[in-house]
């Protein structure tokens, strides 16, 4: 069993910086690959970014790379996601998410991981 906990969402204006922590606790924080999903209100849920179990190997969706971030430290264990540039178009529910399969770079889809926070809302202004 692995336990995720977001934090760090709100308001904030176009432009503007946010970072998601995503706090772990359960199962050997090395175990597992970590992810960050985003979902809007009829939508399905959409990839961020995605870590590797030893931090070395990240992955971002298109529309993120270059201004997110993911990291994770294993002393805090926890997952943090530098969102900058923000834009209104990243409003969204924002959801970490743990992935115990996979050894290698980290899966886009979110039915690869087995594991969900509860989710925080990240809302930027025009």
């Known amino acids: 069993q692995v336990q995720l906990v977001e934090s760090g969402g709100g308001l904030v204006q176009a432009g503007g910086s946010l970072r998601l922590s995503c706090t772990t606790s359960?199962?050997?924080?090395?175990?597992?690959?970590m992810g960050w999903f985003r979902r809007v209100p009829g939508k399905e849920r959409e990839f961020v970014a995605g870590?590797?179990?030893?931090?070395?190997?990240?992955y971002y969706a298109d529309s993120v790379k270059g201004r997110f971030t993911i990291s994770r430290d294993s002393a805090k264990k926890r997952v943090d996601l530098r969102m900058n540039s923000l834009k209104p178009e990243d409003t969204a529910v924002y959801y970490c998410?743990?992935?115990?399969?996979?050894?290698?770079?980290?899966?886009?889809?979110?039915?690869?991981?087995?594991?969900w926070g509860q989710g925080t809302q990240v809302t930027v202004s025009s």
């Open positions: 359960g199962r050997t924080f090395s175990g597992y690959a």
């Open positions: 870590i590797s179990r030893n931090g070395v190997a990240t």
């Open positions: 998410a743990a992935d115990t399969t996979t050894t290698g770079v980290p899966r886009t889809r979110y039915y690869d991981y087995e594991y």
